[in-house]
């Protein structure tokens, strides 16, 4: 926790950013951490985190799980509530759908839609194709007969479910903290990260 308090942003594994894998390691871990000899412990840590008041998880970097300190959640809300160009032109009209339905409804499960038991689209594809332009907060859930599923939510409801009061920041200057956080990162880190927006 020391680590994402300092940095604002740790993501779960990547070869130069600071992670979970590579703190827990002690190097960078190649590949799916899933084949380490330590990935029981990290995904031990990965949802201890998860589960911290404290910590947020979006796929800010690089399209990957990112842990987000508190610090930074005026800026994810700001970026998230945008809906600037950026994330709605290339959205699929399966994301377009459910975006709305979560807009509507405020939150949603994905083992919930009917059209998640037909042949015509995965809703896995299109919360991807949502949370990688942080439109939605995703969270990933067991459901009663095991399988995977996710809950996603507006950023209203995930606000009003953590207790979050949003202050009011302009998306342009939250993307301008979150790059200029990034840009020390990569400058001490030796990495070249991106974001969704770059």
Known sequence: M?????????LESDPRLPSIC???????????WWSHPLAHTIFHVSGQLADHSDVLITKLIFGKVTFVHRKLWPEIFAIGTARERWQTKDLSPRARSMLKI???????RTDELSWARSAKGKPGDAARELEQKLLIHAGEFHTATG???KLLESWQHWAQRTGFRPSVISADRAMKRIEETLDDLDEQFGAK??????
């Open 147 to 149: 399988t995977h599923a």
């Open 193 to 198: 990260a991106k974001l969704p927006w770059k």
């Open 102 to 108: 979560v807009g509507e409804q405020g939150s949603l």
């Open 22 to 32: 590579s703190l827990i390691s002690g190097a960078p871990v190649r590949g799916s």
């Open 2 to 10: 020391s680590q994402l308090q300092r940095c604002g942003l740790l």
